[in-house]
Protein backbone atom coordinates (compact mmCIF):
# COMPACT_ATOMS: atom_id res chain seq x y z
CA UNK A 1 0.00 0.00 0.00
CA UNK A 2 2.62 2.49 1.00
CA UNK A 3 4.03 2.10 -2.68
CA UNK A 4 1.07 2.13 -4.66
CA UNK A 5 0.23 5.49 -2.61
CA UNK A 6 3.58 7.21 -3.23
CA UNK A 7 3.53 6.19 -6.67
CA UNK A 8 -0.14 7.52 -6.69
CA UNK A 9 0.63 11.17 -5.58
CA UNK A 10 3.62 11.52 -7.65
CA UNK A 11 1.37 10.80 -10.66
CA UNK A 12 -1.47 12.96 -9.36
CA UNK A 13 0.70 16.34 -8.32
CA UNK A 14 2.33 15.70 -12.55
CA UNK A 15 -1.54 15.88 -13.69
CA UNK A 16 -2.50 18.90 -11.38
CA UNK A 17 0.18 20.89 -12.62
CA UNK A 18 -0.93 22.13 -15.52
CA UNK A 19 -4.24 23.07 -14.04
CA UNK A 20 -2.21 24.89 -11.56
CA UNK A 21 -0.23 26.66 -14.29
CA UNK A 22 -3.57 27.42 -16.18
CA UNK A 23 -4.76 28.83 -12.96
CA UNK A 24 -1.96 31.09 -12.07
CA UNK A 25 -2.11 31.89 -15.66
CA UNK A 26 -6.35 33.24 -15.13
CA UNK A 27 -5.44 35.07 -11.81
CA UNK A 28 -3.85 38.16 -14.34
CA UNK A 29 -6.34 37.86 -16.88
CA UNK A 30 -9.86 37.65 -14.93
CA UNK A 31 -12.21 39.49 -17.24
CA UNK A 32 -11.07 37.51 -20.44
CA UNK A 33 -11.11 34.12 -19.00
CA UNK A 34 -14.83 34.97 -17.38
CA UNK A 35 -15.80 36.24 -20.70
CA UNK A 36 -14.59 33.50 -22.93
CA UNK A 37 -15.62 30.96 -19.99
CA UNK A 38 -19.41 32.75 -19.97
CA UNK A 39 -19.00 32.35 -24.52
CA UNK A 40 -18.45 28.81 -23.68
CA UNK A 41 -21.37 27.90 -21.84
CA UNK A 42 -23.67 30.02 -23.92
CA UNK A 43 -22.42 28.01 -27.05
CA UNK A 44 -23.52 24.74 -25.47
CA UNK A 45 -26.84 26.23 -23.99
CA UNK A 46 -28.15 27.79 -27.02
CA UNK A 47 -28.11 24.76 -28.80
CA UNK A 48 -30.12 22.82 -26.40
CA UNK A 49 -34.32 22.46 -25.98
CA UNK A 50 -34.16 25.27 -23.02
CA UNK A 51 -31.82 27.54 -24.43
CA UNK A 52 -33.95 27.46 -27.88
CA UNK A 53 -37.01 27.61 -25.66
CA UNK A 54 -35.60 30.43 -23.97
CA UNK A 55 -34.16 32.49 -26.43
CA UNK A 56 -30.06 32.27 -25.81
CA UNK A 57 -28.13 33.15 -28.47
CA UNK A 58 -24.65 31.81 -28.54
CA UNK A 59 -23.13 35.11 -29.73
CA UNK A 60 -24.30 37.20 -26.67
CA UNK A 61 -21.89 39.42 -25.44
CA UNK A 62 -21.59 39.59 -21.40
CA UNK A 63 -23.47 42.69 -21.19
CA UNK A 64 -26.45 41.02 -23.43
CA UNK A 65 -26.53 38.19 -20.81
CA UNK A 66 -26.77 40.06 -17.59
CA UNK A 67 -29.48 42.30 -19.37
CA UNK A 68 -31.55 39.81 -21.37
CA UNK A 69 -31.17 37.17 -18.75
CA UNK A 70 -33.37 37.23 -15.44
CA UNK A 71 -31.73 36.14 -12.26
CA UNK A 72 -33.14 32.34 -11.34
CA UNK A 73 -33.26 30.26 -8.74
CA UNK A 74 -33.83 26.70 -8.00
CA UNK A 75 -37.93 26.82 -8.78
CA UNK A 76 -37.26 28.39 -12.37
CA UNK A 77 -35.27 25.07 -13.27
CA UNK A 78 -37.18 22.31 -11.15
CA UNK A 79 -39.70 21.33 -14.24
CA UNK A 80 -37.21 20.76 -17.13
CA UNK A 81 -34.60 18.73 -14.57
CA UNK A 82 -37.67 16.69 -13.60
CA UNK A 83 -38.55 16.51 -17.63
CA UNK A 84 -34.88 15.96 -18.09
CA UNK A 85 -34.57 13.42 -15.79
CA UNK A 86 -38.26 11.51 -16.09
CA UNK A 87 -38.16 11.22 -19.79
CA UNK A 88 -35.24 12.37 -21.29
CA UNK A 89 -36.69 15.90 -22.60
CA UNK A 90 -36.23 19.36 -22.32
CA UNK A 91 -32.31 19.44 -21.86
CA UNK A 92 -30.68 22.74 -20.27
CA UNK A 93 -27.73 22.04 -21.87
CA UNK A 94 -25.96 19.93 -24.92
CA UNK A 95 -23.10 18.64 -22.71
CA UNK A 96 -24.05 15.10 -21.58
CA UNK A 97 -25.71 14.61 -18.02
CA UNK A 98 -23.43 12.56 -15.99
CA UNK A 99 -25.61 12.26 -12.87
CA UNK A 100 -27.58 13.95 -10.50
CA UNK A 101 -26.76 15.12 -7.58
CA UNK A 102 -29.13 15.91 -5.07
CA UNK A 103 -29.57 18.72 -2.30
CA UNK A 104 -31.66 20.52 -0.81
CA UNK A 105 -32.17 24.42 -0.29
CA UNK A 106 -34.95 26.73 1.05
CA UNK A 107 -37.96 26.45 -0.95
CA UNK A 108 -37.92 22.35 -1.82
CA UNK A 109 -36.96 19.41 0.39
CA UNK A 110 -34.88 18.11 -2.30
CA UNK A 111 -33.36 19.56 -5.39
CA UNK A 112 -31.58 17.57 -8.62
CA UNK A 113 -28.68 18.91 -9.74
CA UNK A 114 -27.30 17.65 -13.71
CA UNK A 115 -23.53 16.96 -13.37
CA UNK A 116 -22.87 17.21 -17.55
CA UNK A 117 -19.15 16.29 -18.87
CA UNK A 118 -18.54 20.08 -18.81
CA UNK A 119 -19.79 20.64 -15.34
CA UNK A 120 -17.79 17.97 -14.36
CA UNK A 121 -14.61 19.91 -16.36
CA UNK A 122 -15.25 23.18 -14.51
CA UNK A 123 -14.86 21.61 -10.97
CA UNK A 124 -11.84 19.64 -12.24
CA UNK A 125 -10.65 23.44 -12.91
CA UNK A 126 -10.65 24.37 -9.27
CA UNK A 127 -9.69 21.16 -7.84
CA UNK A 128 -6.47 21.17 -9.70
CA UNK A 129 -5.07 24.42 -8.38
CA UNK A 130 -6.52 23.17 -4.66
CA UNK A 131 -4.08 19.71 -5.08
CA UNK A 132 -1.17 21.51 -6.31
CA UNK A 133 -0.73 23.91 -3.87
CA UNK A 134 -2.04 21.64 -1.33
CA UNK A 135 1.52 19.09 -1.94
CA UNK A 136 3.23 22.36 -2.60
CA UNK A 137 2.49 23.72 1.29
CA UNK A 138 1.82 20.45 3.12
CA UNK A 139 4.51 18.28 1.39
CA UNK A 140 3.72 15.52 4.63
CA UNK A 141 0.19 14.47 2.52
CA UNK A 142 2.56 12.93 0.24
CA UNK A 143 3.52 10.14 2.20
CA UNK A 144 0.76 8.14 3.20
CA UNK A 145 -3.05 8.12 2.46
CA UNK A 146 -6.01 9.86 2.43
CA UNK A 147 -9.48 10.50 3.63
CA UNK A 148 -11.58 12.51 0.96
CA UNK A 149 -14.95 12.37 2.74
CA UNK A 150 -17.85 10.65 0.95
CA UNK A 151 -21.26 12.49 0.80
CA UNK A 152 -23.99 9.71 0.67
CA UNK A 153 -27.90 9.93 0.61
CA UNK A 154 -29.62 8.81 3.87
CA UNK A 155 -30.25 5.00 3.82
CA UNK A 156 -34.16 5.54 3.20
CA UNK A 157 -33.61 7.32 -0.27
CA UNK A 158 -30.30 4.44 -0.85
CA UNK A 159 -32.76 1.80 -2.74
CA UNK A 160 -34.79 4.69 -4.82
CA UNK A 161 -31.54 6.53 -6.33
CA UNK A 162 -28.76 4.10 -5.96
CA UNK A 163 -27.27 5.33 -9.15
CA UNK A 164 -27.04 8.73 -7.82
CA UNK A 165 -24.59 8.20 -4.65
CA UNK A 166 -21.90 10.34 -5.03
CA UNK A 167 -18.02 10.66 -3.19
CA UNK A 168 -15.50 13.38 -3.84
CA UNK A 169 -13.84 11.25 -5.72
CA UNK A 170 -16.07 11.70 -8.55
CA UNK A 171 -15.50 15.10 -8.81
CA UNK A 172 -12.10 14.61 -10.07
CA UNK A 173 -11.78 13.65 -13.94
CA UNK A 174 -11.72 9.63 -14.40
CA UNK A 175 -7.54 9.39 -14.77
CA UNK A 176 -7.19 11.90 -11.75
CA UNK A 177 -10.02 9.86 -9.89
CA UNK A 178 -8.02 6.18 -10.84
CA UNK A 179 -4.98 8.01 -9.09
CA UNK A 180 -6.32 9.42 -6.30
CA UNK A 181 -8.06 6.08 -5.44
CA UNK A 182 -4.39 4.70 -5.08
CA UNK A 183 -3.61 7.28 -1.80
CA UNK A 184 -7.68 6.37 -0.49
CA UNK A 185 -7.72 4.91 2.82
CA UNK A 186 -11.29 4.43 2.80
CA UNK A 187 -12.48 2.33 -0.53
CA UNK A 188 -15.55 4.00 -2.15
CA UNK A 189 -17.34 0.43 -1.88
CA UNK A 190 -18.29 1.53 1.64
CA UNK A 191 -20.93 3.12 -0.16
CA UNK A 192 -23.02 -0.03 -1.09
CA UNK A 193 -23.39 -0.53 1.63
CA UNK A 194 -27.02 -1.12 2.92
CA UNK A 195 -27.24 1.48 5.51
CA UNK A 196 -25.33 4.37 6.87
CA UNK A 197 -25.07 2.35 9.96
CA UNK A 198 -23.07 -0.31 8.18
CA UNK A 199 -21.09 2.46 6.09
CA UNK A 200 -19.72 4.65 8.75
CA UNK A 201 -18.54 1.37 10.67
CA UNK A 202 -16.36 0.06 7.94
CA UNK A 203 -15.01 4.07 7.64
CA UNK A 204 -14.30 4.09 10.93
CA UNK A 205 -12.47 0.91 10.77
CA UNK A 206 -10.51 1.34 7.92
CA UNK A 207 -9.49 4.74 9.15
CA UNK A 208 -8.22 3.14 12.40
CA UNK A 209 -6.25 0.59 10.64
CA UNK A 210 -4.07 3.27 8.78
CA UNK A 211 -1.25 4.42 10.75
CA UNK A 212 -0.05 6.09 7.93
CA UNK A 213 -2.88 8.52 7.33
CA UNK A 214 -1.87 11.61 6.40
CA UNK A 215 -4.83 13.94 4.93
CA UNK A 216 -8.26 13.98 6.22
CA UNK A 217 -10.75 16.01 4.23
CA UNK A 218 -14.31 16.33 5.35
CA UNK A 219 -16.78 19.38 4.95
CA UNK A 220 -18.75 19.47 8.29
CA UNK A 221 -16.15 19.50 11.08
CA UNK A 222 -18.88 17.92 13.48
CA UNK A 223 -18.56 15.16 10.92
CA UNK A 224 -15.01 14.49 11.45
CA UNK A 225 -15.80 14.92 15.44
CA UNK A 226 -18.39 11.95 14.84
CA UNK A 227 -15.65 9.82 13.80
CA UNK A 228 -13.42 10.44 16.61
CA UNK A 229 -16.73 9.56 18.82
CA UNK A 230 -17.92 6.56 17.13
CA UNK A 231 -13.59 5.49 17.79
CA UNK A 232 -14.53 5.22 20.75
CA UNK A 233 -18.12 4.13 21.25
CA UNK A 234 -17.21 0.97 18.65
CA UNK A 235 -13.46 0.49 20.26
CA UNK A 236 -13.85 -3.20 21.38
CA UNK A 237 -15.78 -4.30 18.05
CA UNK A 238 -13.57 -2.17 15.73
CA UNK A 239 -10.82 -3.83 17.68
CA UNK A 240 -12.16 -7.61 17.18
CA UNK A 241 -12.37 -6.51 13.37
CA UNK A 242 -8.31 -5.99 13.27
CA UNK A 243 -7.51 -8.35 15.13
CA UNK A 244 -9.57 -11.18 13.49
CA UNK A 245 -9.43 -9.91 9.86
CA UNK A 246 -13.08 -10.68 9.64
CA UNK A 247 -16.28 -8.09 9.61
CA UNK A 248 -17.91 -10.31 12.78
CA UNK A 249 -21.47 -9.44 12.41
CA UNK A 250 -21.15 -6.62 9.71
CA UNK A 251 -19.85 -9.49 7.85
CA UNK A 252 -23.26 -9.94 5.50
CA UNK A 253 -23.76 -6.18 4.90
CA UNK A 254 -19.59 -5.46 4.10
CA UNK A 255 -19.06 -8.68 2.19
CA UNK A 256 -18.09 -6.98 -0.66
CA UNK A 257 -15.40 -5.09 1.09
CA UNK A 258 -11.75 -7.20 2.40
CA UNK A 259 -12.36 -6.53 6.23
CA UNK A 260 -8.82 -4.43 7.70
CA UNK A 261 -6.18 -5.84 9.88
CA UNK A 262 -3.94 -4.54 12.48
CA UNK A 263 -3.28 -6.10 15.66
CA UNK A 264 -1.20 -2.94 16.87
CA UNK A 265 -4.34 -0.80 16.75
CA UNK A 266 -6.30 -3.46 18.16
CA UNK A 267 -4.27 -3.44 21.30
CA UNK A 268 -3.98 0.62 21.30
CA UNK A 269 -7.80 0.54 20.93
CA UNK A 270 -8.44 -2.39 23.74
CA UNK A 271 -6.38 -0.29 26.14
CA UNK A 272 -7.76 2.80 25.48
CA UNK A 273 -10.27 3.99 27.92
CA UNK A 274 -12.32 5.90 25.37
CA UNK A 275 -11.77 9.11 26.71
CA UNK A 276 -11.50 11.73 23.89
CA UNK A 277 -7.77 12.58 23.86
CA UNK A 278 -5.34 14.62 21.46
CA UNK A 279 -2.73 12.26 22.70
CA UNK A 280 -4.19 9.28 21.61
CA UNK A 281 -5.31 10.51 17.97
CA UNK A 282 -1.57 11.74 17.65
CA UNK A 283 -0.52 8.25 18.71
CA UNK A 284 -2.79 6.02 16.22
CA UNK A 285 -2.08 8.81 13.20
CA UNK A 286 1.04 10.22 14.23
CA UNK A 287 1.85 11.10 10.14
CA UNK A 288 -1.74 13.42 10.25
CA UNK A 289 -0.38 16.14 8.07
CA UNK A 290 -3.67 18.19 7.01
CA UNK A 291 -7.02 18.14 8.01
CA UNK A 292 -9.26 20.44 5.70
CA UNK A 293 -12.82 21.12 6.95
CA UNK A 294 -15.19 24.39 6.85
CA UNK A 295 -13.95 26.89 9.14
CA UNK A 296 -16.27 29.86 9.15
CA UNK A 297 -19.66 31.30 9.98
CA UNK A 298 -21.30 28.80 12.16
CA UNK A 299 -18.66 25.52 11.68
CA UNK A 300 -16.19 28.21 13.33
CA UNK A 301 -16.67 26.89 16.88
CA UNK A 302 -16.82 23.37 15.95
CA UNK A 303 -13.62 23.34 13.67
CA UNK A 304 -12.03 24.98 16.66
CA UNK A 305 -12.93 21.79 18.59
CA UNK A 306 -11.64 19.68 15.59
CA UNK A 307 -8.53 21.23 15.06
CA UNK A 308 -7.88 20.65 19.05
CA UNK A 309 -8.75 17.27 18.86
CA UNK A 310 -5.95 16.83 16.26
CA UNK A 311 -3.08 19.37 16.96
CA UNK A 312 0.01 17.43 14.88
CA UNK A 313 -2.38 18.84 11.82
CA UNK A 314 -2.21 21.90 10.15
CA UNK A 315 -5.65 22.67 9.13
CA UNK A 316 -6.92 24.20 6.22
CA UNK A 317 -10.83 25.96 5.68
CA UNK A 318 -12.98 25.15 2.87
CA UNK A 319 -13.33 27.06 0.21
CA UNK A 320 -17.26 28.13 -0.91
CA UNK A 321 -18.63 24.97 -2.30
CA UNK A 322 -22.48 23.89 -3.15
CA UNK A 323 -23.83 21.37 -5.25
CA UNK A 324 -24.79 23.89 -7.90
CA UNK A 325 -20.89 24.72 -8.26
CA UNK A 326 -17.47 26.10 -6.83
CA UNK A 327 -17.42 29.88 -5.64
CA UNK A 328 -13.48 29.80 -4.22
CA UNK A 329 -11.25 27.61 -3.33
CA UNK A 330 -8.18 28.18 -0.28
CA UNK A 331 -4.76 29.17 -1.86
CA UNK A 332 -1.62 30.01 0.68
CA UNK A 333 -0.42 33.22 0.19
CA UNK A 334 3.01 32.92 -1.55
CA UNK A 335 5.98 33.14 0.65
CA UNK A 336 3.58 34.09 3.40
CA UNK A 337 5.39 32.27 6.21
CA UNK A 338 1.83 31.68 7.87
CA UNK A 339 -0.55 28.22 7.19
CA UNK A 340 -2.94 31.43 6.51
CA UNK A 341 -5.09 30.52 3.42
CA UNK A 342 -6.75 33.34 0.90
CA UNK A 343 -10.24 32.20 -0.52
CA UNK A 344 -9.97 33.24 -4.29
CA UNK A 345 -12.82 33.12 -6.87
CA UNK A 346 -12.25 29.83 -9.01
CA UNK A 347 -11.91 31.53 -12.17
CA UNK A 348 -11.50 28.80 -14.30
CA UNK A 349 -14.60 26.79 -13.19
CA UNK A 350 -17.85 28.50 -13.83
CA UNK A 351 -18.86 32.62 -14.96
CA UNK A 352 -19.37 34.58 -11.67
CA UNK A 353 -21.82 37.62 -10.66
CA UNK A 354 -22.18 39.28 -7.79
CA UNK A 355 -24.83 41.13 -6.37
CA UNK A 356 -23.88 44.19 -4.00
CA UNK A 357 -25.78 43.84 -1.18
CA UNK A 358 -25.64 47.31 -0.12
CA UNK A 359 -26.74 48.40 -3.97
CA UNK A 360 -28.81 45.86 -5.54
CA UNK A 361 -26.14 46.33 -8.56
CA UNK A 362 -24.94 42.87 -10.37
CA UNK A 363 -21.43 43.38 -11.32
CA UNK A 364 -18.58 41.08 -13.12
CA UNK A 365 -16.14 39.73 -10.65
CA UNK A 366 -13.65 42.43 -12.33
CA UNK A 367 -15.41 45.17 -10.76
CA UNK A 368 -15.48 43.85 -7.38
CA UNK A 369 -14.06 46.28 -4.55
CA UNK A 370 -12.42 45.06 -1.15
CA UNK A 371 -15.00 45.58 1.46
CA UNK A 372 -18.44 45.14 -0.48
CA UNK A 373 -20.63 42.40 0.63
CA UNK A 374 -21.70 39.97 -2.08
CA UNK A 375 -24.36 38.00 -2.92
CA UNK A 376 -22.77 34.96 -5.87
CA UNK A 377 -25.03 34.04 -8.68
CA UNK A 378 -23.34 30.90 -10.86
CA UNK A 379 -23.94 30.11 -14.58
CA UNK A 380 -22.32 27.09 -15.40
CA UNK A 381 -22.00 24.09 -17.44
CA UNK A 382 -25.21 22.30 -16.01
CA UNK A 383 -26.98 24.77 -17.96
CA UNK A 384 -27.78 26.96 -14.42
CA UNK A 385 -28.19 30.50 -15.69
CA UNK A 386 -27.29 33.00 -12.93
CA UNK A 387 -28.09 31.19 -10.46
CA UNK A 388 -28.49 32.69 -6.99
CA UNK A 389 -26.96 30.61 -4.39
CA UNK A 390 -27.89 31.89 -1.23
CA UNK A 391 -24.84 33.43 0.15
CA UNK A 392 -23.54 36.51 1.87
CA UNK A 393 -19.26 36.99 0.75
CA UNK A 394 -17.13 40.03 1.97
CA UNK A 395 -14.61 40.87 -0.75
CA UNK A 396 -11.63 40.34 1.46
CA UNK A 397 -8.78 41.28 -0.53
CA UNK A 398 -7.29 40.24 -3.76
CA UNK A 399 -4.96 37.45 -5.31
CA UNK A 400 -3.53 39.03 -8.42
CA UNK A 401 -6.35 40.37 -9.91
CA UNK A 402 -9.17 37.27 -8.44
CA UNK A 403 -11.41 38.65 -5.60
CA UNK A 404 -10.34 36.95 -2.12
CA UNK A 405 -13.96 36.12 -0.29
CA UNK A 406 -14.81 35.47 3.10
CA UNK A 407 -17.86 33.55 3.81
CA UNK A 408 -20.42 35.08 6.04
CA UNK A 409 -23.36 32.94 5.94
CA UNK A 410 -26.63 31.67 4.39
CA UNK A 411 -29.25 34.03 2.89
CA UNK A 412 -32.13 33.38 5.51
CA UNK A 413 -30.93 30.48 6.06
CA UNK A 414 -29.58 28.40 8.87
CA UNK A 415 -26.38 26.03 8.23
CA UNK A 416 -24.85 24.30 11.11
CA UNK A 417 -23.61 20.84 9.30
CA UNK A 418 -25.25 21.60 5.99
CA UNK A 419 -28.67 21.08 7.19
CA UNK A 420 -30.01 24.18 5.66
CA UNK A 421 -33.21 25.33 7.45
CA UNK A 422 -34.71 28.38 5.69
CA UNK A 423 -36.73 31.06 7.74
CA UNK A 424 -39.37 30.13 5.29
CA UNK A 425 -39.35 26.77 5.68
CA UNK A 426 -39.01 27.19 9.49
CA UNK A 427 -42.10 29.71 9.88
CA UNK A 428 -44.03 26.55 7.38
CA UNK A 429 -43.14 23.94 10.12
CA UNK A 430 -43.77 26.16 12.78
CA UNK A 431 -47.46 26.73 11.27
CA UNK A 432 -48.13 22.92 10.81
CA UNK A 433 -47.35 22.14 14.72
CA UNK A 434 -50.22 21.07 17.03
CA UNK A 435 -50.24 23.94 19.22
CA UNK A 436 -52.49 23.74 22.22
CA UNK A 437 -54.67 26.48 23.38
CA UNK A 438 -53.01 30.06 24.96
CA UNK A 439 -49.59 28.28 24.06
CA UNK A 440 -47.49 29.97 20.85
CA UNK A 441 -44.46 29.41 19.54
CA UNK A 442 -41.27 32.45 20.51
CA UNK A 443 -38.68 31.56 18.21
CA UNK A 444 -36.83 28.57 16.63
CA UNK A 445 -33.25 28.52 17.48
CA UNK A 446 -30.58 26.85 15.43
CA UNK A 447 -28.30 25.96 18.49
CA UNK A 448 -24.70 25.54 18.58
CA UNK A 449 -22.70 24.98 22.11
CA UNK A 450 -20.01 23.26 21.74
CA UNK A 451 -18.76 20.99 24.78
CA UNK A 452 -18.21 17.68 25.70
CA UNK A 453 -20.45 15.35 24.54
CA UNK A 454 -22.34 18.40 22.75
CA UNK A 455 -24.42 18.61 19.39
CA UNK A 456 -25.66 21.50 17.54
CA UNK A 457 -29.28 21.09 17.67
CA UNK A 458 -32.90 23.18 16.90
CA UNK A 459 -34.28 24.55 19.94
CA UNK A 460 -38.10 25.86 19.88
CA UNK A 461 -39.02 28.17 22.25
CA UNK A 462 -42.67 28.53 23.29
CA UNK A 463 -44.24 30.83 25.49
CA UNK A 464 -47.21 29.28 28.03
CA UNK A 465 -49.97 30.49 29.98
CA UNK A 466 -49.02 32.05 33.05
CA UNK A 467 -51.21 29.64 34.71
CA UNK A 468 -49.39 26.37 33.34
CA UNK A 469 -47.74 24.12 35.40
CA UNK A 470 -45.51 20.87 34.99
CA UNK A 471 -48.20 18.82 34.62
CA UNK A 472 -49.25 20.20 31.49
CA UNK A 473 -46.18 21.92 30.57
CA UNK A 474 -44.34 19.06 30.15
CA UNK A 475 -46.65 17.04 27.78
CA UNK A 476 -46.62 20.03 26.11
CA UNK A 477 -43.23 20.47 24.81
CA UNK A 478 -42.67 16.73 24.29
CA UNK A 479 -45.76 16.92 22.03
CA UNK A 480 -43.91 19.63 20.26
CA UNK A 481 -40.51 18.63 19.98
CA UNK A 482 -41.77 15.39 19.00
CA UNK A 483 -43.74 17.11 16.25
CA UNK A 484 -41.14 19.65 15.30
CA UNK A 485 -38.65 16.63 14.97
CA UNK A 486 -41.12 15.20 12.39
CA UNK A 487 -41.57 18.00 10.08
CA UNK A 488 -37.94 19.12 10.14
CA UNK A 489 -37.13 15.47 8.73
CA UNK A 490 -39.32 16.10 5.91
CA UNK A 491 -36.04 18.35 4.56
CA UNK A 492 -33.72 16.46 2.70
CA UNK A 493 -30.66 17.79 4.39
CA UNK A 494 -31.93 17.73 8.14
CA UNK A 495 -32.99 14.17 7.52
CA UNK A 496 -29.37 13.01 6.58
CA UNK A 497 -28.38 15.20 9.43
CA UNK A 498 -30.16 13.48 12.09
CA UNK A 499 -29.46 9.90 10.22
CA UNK A 500 -25.90 10.45 10.54
CA UNK A 501 -25.46 11.94 14.14
CA UNK A 502 -24.29 15.24 13.32
CA UNK A 503 -27.35 16.82 14.65
CA UNK A 504 -29.12 16.03 18.27
CA UNK A 505 -32.84 15.78 17.97
CA UNK A 506 -35.26 18.79 18.30
CA UNK A 507 -35.93 20.05 21.04
CA UNK A 508 -38.77 22.34 23.05
CA UNK A 509 -39.11 24.31 25.96
CA UNK A 510 -42.61 25.54 27.11
CA UNK A 511 -43.00 27.83 29.95
CA UNK A 512 -44.37 30.86 31.00
CA UNK A 513 -42.16 33.84 30.57
CA UNK A 514 -40.14 32.00 27.40
CA UNK A 515 -41.13 35.36 25.55
CA UNK A 516 -39.08 37.77 27.69
CA UNK A 517 -35.81 35.42 28.40
CA UNK A 518 -35.12 35.63 24.87
CA UNK A 519 -35.28 39.40 24.96
CA UNK A 520 -33.39 39.81 27.78
CA UNK A 521 -31.33 36.52 26.50
CA UNK A 522 -30.97 39.30 23.07
CA UNK A 523 -30.30 42.47 25.60
CA UNK A 524 -27.28 40.65 27.13
CA UNK A 525 -25.65 40.57 23.48
CA UNK A 526 -26.15 44.51 22.95
CA UNK A 527 -29.75 44.26 21.17
CA UNK A 528 -32.05 46.67 22.06
CA UNK A 529 -34.75 44.88 23.06
CA UNK A 530 -37.50 47.06 21.11
CA UNK A 531 -35.41 46.65 17.71
CA UNK A 532 -35.34 42.70 18.58
CA UNK A 533 -37.49 41.34 15.31
CA UNK A 534 -40.01 38.83 15.57
CA UNK A 535 -38.45 35.64 13.41
CA UNK A 536 -39.26 31.95 13.08
CA UNK A 537 -35.82 31.31 12.79
CA UNK A 538 -32.11 32.80 14.58
CA UNK A 539 -28.82 31.26 14.89
CA UNK A 540 -27.71 31.34 18.27
CA UNK A 541 -24.52 30.11 20.04
CA UNK A 542 -23.72 29.83 23.77
CA UNK A 543 -26.03 29.49 26.67
CA UNK A 544 -29.50 29.51 25.91
CA UNK A 545 -32.31 31.82 26.73
CA UNK A 546 -34.05 30.56 29.97
CA UNK A 547 -31.50 27.62 30.21
CA UNK A 548 -30.78 28.85 33.95
CA UNK A 549 -34.13 26.85 34.18
CA UNK A 550 -33.66 23.56 32.50
CA UNK A 551 -37.17 22.15 34.19
CA UNK A 552 -39.23 23.04 30.61
CA UNK A 553 -37.04 21.43 28.20
CA UNK A 554 -37.72 18.64 26.65
CA UNK A 555 -35.89 16.57 23.84
CA UNK A 556 -37.40 14.87 21.09
CA UNK A 557 -36.85 11.03 20.16
CA UNK A 558 -37.33 11.55 16.63
CA UNK A 559 -37.74 9.55 13.77
CA UNK A 560 -34.01 9.31 13.29
CA UNK A 561 -33.27 7.40 15.81
CA UNK A 562 -32.58 3.59 14.98
CA UNK A 563 -34.01 1.31 17.15
CA UNK A 564 -31.58 -0.63 19.76
CA UNK A 565 -28.25 0.15 17.24
CA UNK A 566 -25.79 3.20 17.42
CA UNK A 567 -27.03 6.18 15.66
CA UNK A 568 -25.93 5.98 11.56
CA UNK A 569 -23.45 8.94 11.09
CA UNK A 570 -22.16 10.32 7.48
CA UNK A 571 -21.59 13.52 6.14
CA UNK A 572 -23.91 16.32 4.75
CA UNK A 573 -22.51 17.71 1.58
CA UNK A 574 -23.58 21.10 0.06
Excluded at 174 to 179: C, D, I, S, V
Excluded at 446 to 454: C, D, I, R, V, Y
Aim: charge should be neutral; charged fraction near 20%; glycine fraction near 10%.
Amino acid sequence: MMGASASGHWLLRQLVRPGASSFRRSSQALEQVQRAKLAGILRQVANSPMGKLNGIEPDWSWESFSRRQAVTDYADWSRPIDSQIQCGTGGLTRSPVVRYQPTSGSSSAIKWIPYTRQFLTELDGAISPWLADLYRHYPGIGTGVHYWSLSWLPSDMRQKASGQLNDDMKLLSAGKRWLAGMTQAVDEGVALAPTSDDSLFATVALLASQRNLTALSVWSPTFALGLLDKLSQWREPLAEVLQSGSWGPYEAALEHLPAPRNAEVAAMLRAWDGAASSSFYRELWPSLSLVSAWDTAAAQPWALKLRAALPQSSFQGKGLWATEGVVTIPLRAPDSGTEDAHHVLAVNSHAYEFEDEATGRILPPWELERGQRVAPLLTTGSGLLRYRLGDHLEVTGFHGELPALRFLGRNGTTDMVGEKISAVVAQAVLDRLPWPAGVRPVVLLAASEPGPGSKPCYVLMVEAPADIGEASSGPYSKRLADALETELCGNFHYRLARNLGQLAPARCRCASGMAWAYLSACRKRGMIVGNVKVEALRQWAGTLPGADDLSGFTESVGPGEPDGRETPLREVST
